[in-house]
């Protein structure tokens, strides 16, 4: 079956523009995952969402990143005013829950650079 | 606070030596841990958790509570177990990575 997609697959952005990146999840999965990877840094969590709960946005780095999951299935996370810093590929993954006993499936992710 | 340390940004070795990629964690409660991997151009995926206490690949990795360490090991390595290896804990239901270990298996 489908996995978990993302797109672009890529993105070139200026400084100081705003942008989506979108995540489809794999059907039926409660919780999807956002996570930032950079160069030497592994993978830093962003956000979470968990079915119709509140999700968990402790990991967004400033209040210029947020995201939101749309009828439980697609989300989108959105960086305004992106700085050279936003650079790096973000990753999604979903699950069938958030318990610790199910895999995350990720996505492909996509590479964002900031000029 | 929940922390997954992995000493090693690279490790090479031959084929058909043994490999040992560590993991050393620190969390105050009782962790759930696993390793993810990412082969070239291919999606990151989990190769193992500590619960399963299974062997993938010929990978095992064995939990030490005391040293607090999920050292992943192989006796054998194969060149395709070239890839970047990524040690995560499960603590208040977050997935915590560590920083990665590249592993080159050489011919």
């Known amino acids: 079956g489908a996995g978990v997609s993302q797109s672009p697959s890529n993105k070139v952005t200026e400084k100081g523009k705003d942008v989506e990146l979108r995540c489809d999840p794999i059907?039926?999965?409660?919780?999807l995952y956002w996570y930032r990877q950079s160069l030497g840094q592994g993978l830093e969590f962003l956000i979470y969402f968990q079915g119709n709960s509140a999700p968990d946005k402790s990991g967004l780095p400033s209040d210029r990143f947020s995201a939101e999951r749309t009828g439980g299935s697609v989300s989108t996370l959105t960086i305004q005013r992106t700085q050279q810093e936003d650079s790096a590929v973000y990753l999604c993954a979903s699950s069938l829950s958030r318990g610790p006993a199910y895999e995350q499936y990720f996505g492909p992710g996509t590479r964002l650079t900031v000029t | 606070a929940q922390r997954v340390t992995q000493p090693e940004k690279l490790l090479s070795v031959f084929k058909g030596a043994p490999v040992e990629l560590k993991c050393n964690y620190s969390?105050?409660?009782?962790?759930?841990l696993f390793w993810y991997v990412q082969y070239s151009r291919q999606r990151l995926q989990l190769l193992l958790r500590h619960i399963s206490r299974e062997s993938i690949k010929g990978f095992t990795a064995d939990l030490n509570k005391g040293e607090t360490s999920f050292h992943l090991k192989k006796p054998f390595a194969q060149e395709e177990d070239s890839a970047m290896y990524y040690c995560?804990?499960?603590?208040?239901?977050?997935?915590?990575f560590g920083t990665g270990t590249r592993l080159l298996v050489s011919p």
């Open positions: 059907s039926g999965h409660t919780a």
């Open positions: 969390y105050s409660g009782s962790p759930e």
């Open positions: 995560a804990l499960i603590g208040f239901q977050k997935l915590v």
